[in-house]
T-cell receptor, first 109, second 113 residues
């Protein structure tokens, strides 16, 4: 059975802090790992990672994959209140996505 | 440019009622999915469909059924709603055999009283 585990489940930080979110996975036929951000509505796509050791970056967010150790991290630097959200990690198997439980990030002003 | 539309944002139903949640996508995607999302449990797959009139059970299909009569529409049916089905329901779609992920709808928050 595919398994995606995220940690921590929640955290509270202050504006300007750096946040690191963890995602470990056990997926048959691994092809990619995806990160989503979910505010009040639909999850929105952040990154897709397929190659080990190559950092993907978008503004203050970055992510990296370690295929040997089967995990990924998502970093958010200089956090802002608009970064408050649930961050979801997911891995596809065929055409199904298996999701982790998500990490709820709260950024206080 | 809305791509996956769920018919209701909030819904309140009584125990024992038959409930229909509708999802429509305009991207000509082959695959469609229904998930429920609960705090601490993440998104759990209820049912999915990879073609018209085709359906497959996900991880938690009990108490639910689905219908896909047209490619763009995927309906989730709660045959007899119960309070433990109070949840956020998310519909998604994707291309066939895609590992690029999904496009999600905005979700329906269902409360069963």
């Amino acid at each position: 059975e595919d398994k995606v585990v995220q940690s921590p489940l929640s955290l509270v930080v202050h504006e300007g802090d750096t946040v690191t979110l963890n995602c470990s996975y056990e997926v048959t036929n691994f092809r990619s790992l995806l990160w989503y951000k979910q505010e009040k509505k639909a999850p929105t796509f952040l990154f897709m990672l397929t190659s080990s050791g190559i950092e993907k970056k978008s503004g203050r967010l970055s992510s990296i994959l370690d295929k040997k150790e089967l995990f990924s991290i998502l970093n958010i630097t200089a956090t802002q209140t608009g970064d408050s959200a649930i961050y979801l990690c997911a891995a596809p198997n065929d055409y199904k996505l298996s999701f982790g439980a998500g990490t709820t990030v709260t950024v206080r002003a | 440019d809305v791509k996956v539309t769920q018919s209701s944002r909030y819904l309140v139903k009584r125990t024992g009622e038959k409930v229909f949640l509708e999802c429509v996508q305009d991207m000509d995607h082959e695959n469609m999915f229904w998930y429920r999302q609960d705090p601490g449990l993440g998104l759990r797959l209820i049912y999915f469909s990879y073609d018209v009139k085709m359906k497959e059970k996900g991880d938690i299909p009990e108490g639910y059924s689905v219908s896909r009569e047209k490619k763009e529409r995927f309906s989730l049916i709660l045959e007899s709603a119960s309070t433990n089905q109070t949840s956020m329901y998310l519909c998604a779609s994707s291309r066939a055999a895609s590992f690029y992920g999904y496009t999600f709808g905005s979700g329906t928050r269902l409360t069963v009283v």
